[in-house]
């Protein structure tokens, strides 16, 4: 048993649907962790009092503990191509992307990058992450190794892909079935793993692949499904050619199986209300990623609309894409997204989609999210007080609401003074 006392922050629901008890917020708090799950949350004057006395708590306070921050879409094996410039999308894939992927047939540079990803993720106070990586087995199986020996949350699976990318990344699209399945059988349910059938988008999968992907989908219960959804102009217009019987892009998910609750979309960019209908009945999720969609230029994700929808959305930095691995500066951005959409998103409702929001996107609030009795403790010390700047910002605030924005508008892995996984320090800044 371990407890940590300082100021803690979770949520129980979302606190835009107007529930002011959403929040739970204990300015002198105490977690209690047990066999690496959260016992209790609560005032610490009323916990110590109940603590084992052989049980001393760990000093926090003046620190802000909030639930382990939940990306819910990144690419691992695109960690040594964040920042490179040049062109929209479908450009950047092939000057940047493709040869960056090819690497990953190299199981000691898969090995490599994984490992710096998944520290990365720590640095960041990113405790569960939505990832692709490659089309080869080996970079799978680097990253699952990698995020095993951390005790990490990771949901990922073989990028598939049999057309409209070069040979070297390219497999028919009944090998890419026979190696998900096999990867499925070794990987999945294994520790915290889980896999995604992950067709990389619908550009570079033929009918008969993504066929097989929503067969793969529907024929393993638990089992999750990853995609791009919508994020460019110019994609949305080459989808419209490849699949010219569809009613939307989306729809192209929906005809072969890909929709359903755990599957999961990045950008959702340019869709209409009946797309957004249609993620929202079938429980699809959108993962809401705007460091990437700003530096592709891709357009400004509209959070009213699935809101009003009633769909489930989650935040992703989509590094390489992404141009930061911090969830504090994503919020940030979204902040800065929603602006130019004339939206607002409130410090609160920021929070919660990096942690509860995104858990519940990815169907994963019965075990992560919150400080709920039960859950699996991954949670975030951060340092209000990180930079001169931060320090001096927070010292005037006057609400917790005014402190979290600062806190997303000027924090980044500075602000992340801890990481913790499964109740034990998984990352300590020095
Ligand atoms: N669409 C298909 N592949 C990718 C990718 O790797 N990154 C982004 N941002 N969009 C994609
Ligand atoms: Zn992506």
Redo the contacts with the bound molecule.
Sequence with gaps: MRAIRGEILYFTGDPAGGGADALRHFADGLLIVRDGLVAEAGPADALLAKLPADIRSEDRRGRLIVPGFVDTHI?FA?TDIIASSGGQ?LEW?ECH?WPAERRFADPDHAAAVAGFFCDELLRNGTTTAAV?PTVHRVSVEALFRAAQRRRMRVIAGKVLMDRNCPDFLRETAEDGDAGSRELIARWHGRDRLLYAVTP??AATSTPQQMRLAGRLFAEHPGIHLQS?LA?NRAEVAWIRELYPEARSYLDVYERFGQLGPRSVF?HCVWLDDADRGRMAATGAAMSFCPT?NLF?GSGLFDLAKADAAGVRVGIGT?VG?GTSFSMLQTLGEAYKVLQLNGQSLSAERAFFLATLGGARSLYLDDRIGSFAPGREADFVVLDPAATPLLARRSAACETLAERLFVLMMLGDDRAVAETWVMGEPAWRRA
């Design positions: 690419h695109q999308l894939l992307t692709f990389r988008f791009h994020e990045a990437s592709l989509d894409a």
